[in-house]
Each structure stands twice: as structure tokens, then as C-alpha cells.
């Protein structure tokens, strides 16, 4: 956000705020206030010329939250096999840190949401907006996780409901939110899991307490936001609705 926007917390306009977040010209944005599709702090405005304090407002367009400061990053990491997640490593191991290092270097300082061991890949957030973070994290929230494991051995049909009802684990029950085979092939299942809890290790020690050893694991998928087709190692800017959606799952 610029300087002339209210950093210092001064009113701006409304059109002016949605122009310089790169929502609509100011003259189009005008025409998105005249149709009510913008909403301020939970109620729609129609008025022109109405002013916000824009460190402060939650605006939204269509629904979809509008995130006014431009220092706040988003990304949506495909964290490769073999990478730990830290942003550094003491021992020099290849860790996440390493894969955003040059905006680590030119001063953002980023963390990621949660964790992936070494041994699991896919999608990881790396943010430095610590509200959200922690909400996201939070169990209270329940923001839901996808992964795609292959196991060993055929699963078998009562596994499912097994595993939704809930498995005792040694630091006590657990459950998944959604369970599916997805393929069966040469002794080896893959298998699609989505639950919002966030142990360590959860995935793999809930389907080996119910007899499936998983031999590999990719996380998909975390809450509104999908890994897509994106290559190992890389990383992307979310868009605003997968930030909106983000903040909606914890009442932001």
C-alpha cells in the first residue's frame, strides 16, 4: 500500500482504496460501489465518496476479501521429498528456507505454515502474516487437509469407515474427515485422506495403526488453496480468492 493510501490510518476513499489494490480503475470502481458489490466491514456501500480507515476496514468485492497491505506475501510452496521444514538448517540440509531464500535475502521475512517431515511432499504455505498463520494452525478452526498416500498391501472396504469413526493412537483417538481409494495396483493402494488435524505425523500413524504402511505421501491440498499441477520446488503467489477463502475459514 502506498504511503498516500492511509498507512497512517487516515481515511481514503473507498474507489481509491479498490484502484490502488489493483481491484478496478477508479472509475470502474466506482461502478462496482454503485451495483453493491462491495461490502465494508460486513455491510454493503452504495455511497459514493465514503471514506475508510484502510488498516482497519475488512472490505470486500463480491465476496471476496480485498488484502490492502502490499508487505503481506502469500505462497503456495510444492515442498520436494528429502526437504525439512525449517527456514534454516544448523546441520545443512536442504530445507525450505532454501527455496525462497532470494526473498528471504531481499528482507521478507517468511515462515511456513505448519509443518510436512522430510519424507512427505506437496503443498506447503509460507506467509508472514502471523494472524492468519496461527489461526490456520489453530484446532479450533478446523481447516482441512488433503493428501494422497500409497500404501501397502489392498485396502480393505471397512478401512474407511474405520478410520472415520476414529483409531486410538498412543497419544490418543484420532480421526479422518474423508477417506477414498483412489487406484489398486501391484499390491499398493493410493489412497485420498482429508482431515483437519494436525499431529505429527498424523497421516501415516493413522493408516499404520490400521495396517497400511504408507510408502509415499503428498499433501494436495490445505483448506481453499490446491497444489495443482505445480512442479517440485516451485512456488506461486495465492490469488485473492484463495486468500479471501483462507481468511473466511478462520474469521478473518
Not at 7 to 24: N, T
Not at 35 to 50: D, L, S, W, Y
Not at 204 to 219: A, T
Amino acid at each position: 500500500m502506498t504511503e498516500s493510501a492511509g498507512r497512517d490510518g487516515s481515511p481514503v476513499r473507498l474507489q481509491k482504496i479498490l484502484a490502488q489494490a489493483g481491484i478496478a480503475s477508479r472509475r470502474a470502481s466506482e461502478d462496482l460501489i454503485a451495483r453493491g458489490r462491495v461490502e465494508v466491514n460486513g455491510k454493503i456501500v452504495r455511497e459514493m465518496g465514503v471514506k475508510v480507515d484502510p488498516t482497519t476496514a475488512v472490505i470486500r468485492v463480491d465476496g471476496t476479501r480485498i488484502v490492502l497491505d502490499d508487505d503481506l506475501v502469500y505462497l503456495a510452496l510444492n515442498k520436494p521429498r528429502g526437504y525439512h521444514t525449517t527456514m534454516s538448517d544448523e546441520m545443512g540440509r536442504p530445507c525450505v528456507g532454501d527455496l525462497v531464500a532470494d526473498r528471504v535475502d531481499a528482507g521478507q521475512r517468511l515462515f511456513h505454515v505448519g509443518r510436512l517431515d522430510a519424507d512427505t511432499e506437496g503443498l506447503l504455505l509460507v506467509t508472514n502474516d502471523g494472524e492468519l498463520s496461527h489461526r490456520l494452525m489453530h484446532p479450533s478452526y478446523e481447516v482441512s487437509k488433503t493428501y494422497m498416500a500409497t500404501v501397502t498391501g489392498v485396502v480393505g472396504k471397512g478401512v474407511g469407515k474405520k478410520l472415520r469413526d476414529g483409531v486410538e493412537l498412543e497419544d490418543g483417538p484420532a480421526k479422518v474427515d474423508q477417506f477414498a481409494i483412489v487406484d489398486v495396483h501391484e499390491g499398493r493402494s493410493l489412497v485420498k485422506v482429508v482431515l483437519h488435524e494436525g499431529r505429527k505425523h498424523i497421516v501415516r500413524r493413522l493408516l499404520d495403526e490400521v495396517g497400511y504402511p504408507v510408502e509415499s505421501l503428498v499433501r494436495i491440498r490445505f483448506g481453499a488453496v490446491a497444489l495443482g499441477d505445480q512442479r517440485a520446488g516451485s512456488f506461486r503467489k495465492l490469488n485473492r480468492k484463495e486468500v479471501s477463502d483462507l481468511y473466511a475459514a478462520v474469521g478473518l
